[in-house]
């Protein structure tokens, strides 16, 4: 009903920047909350930003004044500004999303496919 696209990821040298974009699309009516996740081999998903439909965002520590999370409600897209990036921050990043689905009265949680990072020192 509902499709998360991810797209950005790539190589970068540390330092360096990159920026990831989510699109969804299909059967919505509303997003509320959006945000981005990471997985590095061997590790659980963890947080990186989240921002809520009034524009309010959480980031994790890790990633404070360096990534920063947006959103376009026309677009329905949110994108992840990473600059400074570290070897550390070298995973496979997740958008999530949380839709409010047509001729539903139910909220329901998607994920992206997933964008590889890669880091490189």
């Known amino acids: 009903q509902v499709q998360l696209v991810e797209s950005g990821g790539g190589l970068v040298q540390a330092g360096g920047s990159l920026r990831l974009s989510c699109a969804a699309s299909?059967?919505?009516?509303?997003?509320?909350?959006m945000g981005w996740y990471r997985q590095a081999p061997g590790k659980q998903r963890d947080l990186v930003a989240t921002?809520?439909?009034?524009?309010?965002?959480n980031y994790a520590d890790y990633v404070k004044g360096r990534f920063t999370i947006a959103r376009d409600d026309a677009k329905n897209t949110v994108s992840l500004q990473m600059n400074s990036l570290e070897p550390e921050d070298t995973a496979v990043y997740y958008c999530?999303?949380?839709?409010?689905?047509?001729?539903?009265?139910?909220?329901?949680?998607?994920w992206g496919q997933g964008t590889q990072v890669t880091v490189s020192s």
């Open positions: 999530k999303a949380i839709v409010g689905v047509l001729f539903s009265n139910k909220l329901y949680q998607y």
């Open positions: 299909g059967s919505i009516f509303s997003i509320n909350d």
């Open positions: 921002i809520t439909s009034g524009g309010s965002t």
